[in-house]
Nanobody, 124 residues
Framework: VQLQASGGGLVQAGGSLRLSCAVS????????MGWFRQGPGKERDFVAA????????YYADSVKGRFTISSDNAKNTVYLQMNSLSPEDTAVYYC??????????????????WGQGTLVTVSS
């Protein structure tokens, strides 16, 4: 399985961006997909996750109500719609794939395949 993240860029505070994560390869053993972010000098933090049929979604408290994770299985793509962006959302965003159990969705260690990251910069 390979992941290709895209959609990052520079946006003003209050604006929106949509990130995409294209998934290729054999996905039958995958259980869920996640988005993480890592700001300058910070650890990689959980943002959102979705199980493979899209029935369950999970969010970090810091993005709940502003970000929406979704998937299009026909296109093998997972999206992260980000609204009401603030400078605190500035980070490299990574998509990741896991074979683990849903109780671990917020843990980076649960994910064994990572995309290359896409930079989101929010100006004030």
């Amino acid at each position: 399985v390979q992941l290709q993240a895209s959609g990052g860029g520079l946006v003003q505070a209050g604006g929106s961006l949509r990130l995409s994560c294209a998934v290729s390869g054999r996905t039958f053993s995958r259980r869920f997909m996640g988005w993480f972010r890592q700001g300058p000098g910070k650890e990689r933090d959980f943002v959102a996750a979705i199980n493979l049929n899209g029935a369950y979604t999970y969010y970090a408290d810091s993005v709940k109500g502003r970000f929406t994770i979704s998937s299009d299985n026909a296109k093998n793509t997972v999206y992260l719609q980000m609204n009401s962006l603030s400078p605190e959302d500035t980070a490299v965003y990574y998509c990741a794939s896991s074979k683990g159990i849903l109780s671990t969705v917020r843990l980076p260690s649960a994910y064994d395949i990572w995309g290359q990251g896409t930079l989101v910069t929010v100006s004030s």
